[in-house]
């Protein structure tokens, strides 16, 4: 069954106090607070070194009001995993364990251990918030900054490489739910947490997290640059379990009409400023070619 929530129907309840130690506009601010309302009290966090680490705080100034297991960069998958095993010794299954890093711990440094939850099949939820850098640490490129984007470490011409696909790594370990959300659209991003939870094994949903410091816009754009990126095609909201795969929300509609030009979205931020005509040229022949299959 469908789930649908409204603003109308929203829990009340939160998560994660008023004040916390997030940049102004940070979409991770709306993504965590949304996950938390969908996740409940009953929720054991798994988080790396990123950029949440900041946001949250430690102990006894921590703004998350659940409890939080600080671990390294590259164990957050198996810390998870051995946080459910001691939740299912303990007879509490109705725990949830949610393992929560971002892109440079999930996809590059956390790669290892993520995989070898997932081919296990460990009943975890993790989340990725993809702000397409190492936002934390000074702004370097990671596996999933975009092919042209200017960071500390690729200066001039920008990253030669295109985004590294985690969400299709993770799905070729056909794990019980998979799935994209973005910033922009918390509702879709707290039905699927919903839908996630509620299911066995292993699941993974993977946020797109505008970043307004690192990608260089206004703080108060956070919510039009991350709905521009599904607008135009360049990330799409979707969801894969024992169903097969379908696109959710906004993506539905570009599905079904003509996208935006990827220009509308590479405007809005300063880290795409290098870009040449032929590069932005290739990239939305990318775009159109990832729809039409």
Same mark, same amino acid.
């Given at each position: 069954?469908?789930?649908?929530?409204?603003?109308?129907?929203?829990?009340?309840?939160?998560?994660?106090?008023?004040?916390?130690?997030?940049?102004?506009?940070?979409?991770? @601010?709306?993504?965590?607070?949304?996950?938390?309302?969908?996740?409940?009290?009953?929720?054991?966090?798994?988080?790396?070194?990123?950029?949440?680490?900041?946001?949250?705080?430690?102990?006894?100034?921590?703004?998350?009001?659940?409890?939080?297991?600080?671990?390294?960069?590259?164990?957050?998958?198996?810390?998870?995993?051995?946080?459910?095993?001691?939740?299912?010794?303990?007879?509490?299954?109705?725990?949830?364990?949610?393992?929560?890093?971002?892109?440079?711990?999930?996809?590059?440094?956390?790669i290892q251990a993520l995989s070898g939850a997932c081919e296990r099949g460990d009943d975890i939820l993790?989340?990725?918030?993809?702000?397409?850098?190492?936002?934390?640490?000074?702004?370097?490129r990671s596996g999933t900054t975009p092919q042209g984007v200017i960071t500390t470490t690729t200066p001039?011409?920008?990253?030669?490489?295109?985004?590294?696909?985690?969400?299709?790594?993770?799905?070729?370990?056909?794990?019980?739910?998979?799935?994209?959300?973005?910033?922009?659209?918390?509702?879709?991003?707290?039905?699927?947490?919903?839908?996630?939870?509620?299911?066995?094994?292993?699941?993974?949903?993977?946020?797109?997290?505008?970043?307004?410091?690192?990608?260089?816009?206004?703080?108060?754009?956070?919510?039009?640059?991350?709905?521009?990126?599904?607008?135009?095609?360049?990330?799409?909201?979707?969801?894969?379990?024992?169903? @097969?795969?379908?696109?959710?929300g906004a993506s539905k509609k570009v599905k079904d009409k003509s996208r935006l030009p990827v220009t509308?979205?590479?405007?809005?931020?300063?880290?795409?400023?290098?870009?040449?005509?032929?590069?932005?040229?290739?990239?939305?022949?990318?775009?159109?070619?990832?729809?039409?299959?």
């Open positions: 069954m469908e789930i649908k929530t409204s603003i109308l129907n929203l829990t009340e309840d939160e998560g994660v106090y008023p004040g916390n130690r997030a940049c102004a506009g940070c979409g991770l @601010g709306i993504v965590y607070k949304i996950a938390l309302k969908a996740l409940g009290k009953n929720t054991i966090l798994v988080v790396p070194p990123s950029c949440l680490t900041v946001l949250q705080g430690l102990y006894p100034i921590a703004s998350t009001k659940l409890p939080c297991l600080n671990v390294t960069f590259a164990s957050t998958g198996a810390a998870a995993t051995g946080v459910r095993a001691a939740m299912n010794a303990l007879k509490k299954q109705n725990i949830n364990v949610v393992a929560f890093a971002g892109d440079g711990g999930t996809g590059d440094i956390g993790y989340i990725c918030y993809d702000n397409e850098a190492y936002m934390n640490t000074g702004v370097q001039i011409k920008g990253k030669v490489q295109v985004k590294k696909d985690i969400p299709a790594i993770v799905a070729a370990h056909n794990i019980a739910y998979l799935a994209t959300a973005s910033a922009a659209y918390p509702l879709d991003l707290y039905d699927k947490v919903k839908k996630a939870i509620s299911l066995k094994g292993t699941k993974y949903i993977h946020v797109h997290t505008p970043c307004p410091p690192g990608w260089g816009f206004e703080s108060r754009m956070t919510v039009k640059v991350g709905k521009l990126a599904v607008e135009t095609g360049l990330f799409d909201l979707y969801e894969k379990d024992a169903a @097969g795969f379908r696109h959710t509308d979205y590479f405007k809005t931020q300063d880290r795409f400023k290098s870009l040449s005509d032929e590069l932005i040229g290739d990239i939305q022949d990318q775009v159109d070619r990832k729809w039409r299959e």
